[in-house]
T-cell receptor, first 115, second 111 residues
C-alpha cells in the first residue's frame, strides 16, 4: 500500500516557465512533508519542507503548497531552469513512537527543463 | 562540514554471496537510515539506527541487517544475495529526526 504517491513519473517544461510537481498521501498521521531533489549518481538532497500546520512555505524559486483536506501537496518552481532537471521525491514524516519519526517516500517525478 | 559518505561506490556480487556496505554520518548526527532504491521504485526504508540501537526496520527480510558503531558510523549487511537485491543503497543521517541528509549511495549489482 503506497502511502505517498507521485502519479506523474515525468514532467517536461520550458526554461522560464513554472514547474508544478504533485504529491498525494493517504495517511492522516503524516504531519511534516519534505521535497528532495536527486541528480543521477548522487544521493537525494533536501530542498524544502512544510509542517502540517501551514499551507504554504516559500524559499526563493521554490514554493510548497499543502492542502490537508485533499491530502495533497505540490512543489512549484518558478522560473524553471535547466539545472533544475532532476528526479524530485516527495516524502512524508510520521511519528512512530516517543520522539521517533519515519520518512515515507514517493516514487519520484523526473523533471526535465528544456532550454 | 563533510557530508554523509558511503563506501564502496559500486559493487558487483553473485547470487548467494554476502555484502557489507558502509556509511559515515555527518558529524554530530546520531541517527543513520538505510534505504533501497530499486529500478522504478522510490526510496524504500530499510533500517534506522540511533545511538547504536536499531530503532525501526522496513518491510525487508531478516537477511538485511546492520549495526551502528560507537562513532555513529553504520554497516548494512545483506546475506544470501538475490537478483532483486540489485539497487542503489542510500544512507542518510539526521539530527533533527525530520530532515535527513543523504550520501551518494552504493550501487549494488547482483549477477
Amino acid at each position: 500500500d503506497q502511502q505517498v504517491k507521485q502519479n506523474s513519473p515525468s514532467l517536461s517544461v520550458q526554461e522560464g516557465r513554472i514547474s508544478i510537481l504533485n504529491c498525494d498521501y493517504t495517511n492522516s498521521m503524516f504531519d511534516y512533508f519534505l521535497w528532495y531533489k536527486k541528480y543521477p549518481a548522487e544521493g537525494p538532497t533536501f530542498l524544502i519542507s512544510i509542517s502540517s500546520i501551514k499551507d504554504k512555505n516559500e524559499d526563493g524559486r521554490f514554493t510548497v503548497f499543502l492542502n490537508k483536506s485533499a491530502k495533497h501537496l505540490s512543489l512549484h518552481i518558478v522560473p524553471s531552469q535547466p539545472g533544475d532537471s532532476a528526479v524530485y521525491f516527495c516524502a512524508a514524516s510520521s511519528l512512530i513512537g516517543g520522539s521517533n519519526y519515519k520518512l515515507t517516500f514517493g516514487k519520484g517525478t523526473l523533471l526535465t527543463v528544456n532550454p | 562540514e563533510a557530508g554523509v559518505t558511503q563506501s564502496p561506490t559500486h559493487l558487483i556480487k553473485t547470487r548467494g554471496q554476502q555484502v557489507t556496505l558502509r556509511c559515515s554520518p555527518i558529524s554530530g548526527h546520531t541517527s543513520v537510515y538505510w534505504y533501497q532504491q530499486a529500478l522504478g521504485l522510490g526510496l524504500q526504508f530499510l533500517l534506522w539506527y540511533d545511538e547504536g540501537e536499531e530503532r525501526n526496520r522496513g518491510n525487508f527480510p531478516p537477511r538485511f541487517s546492520g549495526r551502528q558503531f560507537p562513532n555513529y558510523s553504520s554497516e548494512l549487511n545483506v546475506n544470501a544475495l538475490e537478483l532483486e537485491d540489485s539497487a542503489l543503497y542510500l544512507c542518510a543521517s539526521s539530527r533533527s529526526l525530520r530532515e535527513q541528509f543523504f550520501g551518494p549511495g552504493t550501487r549494488l549489482t547482483v549477477l
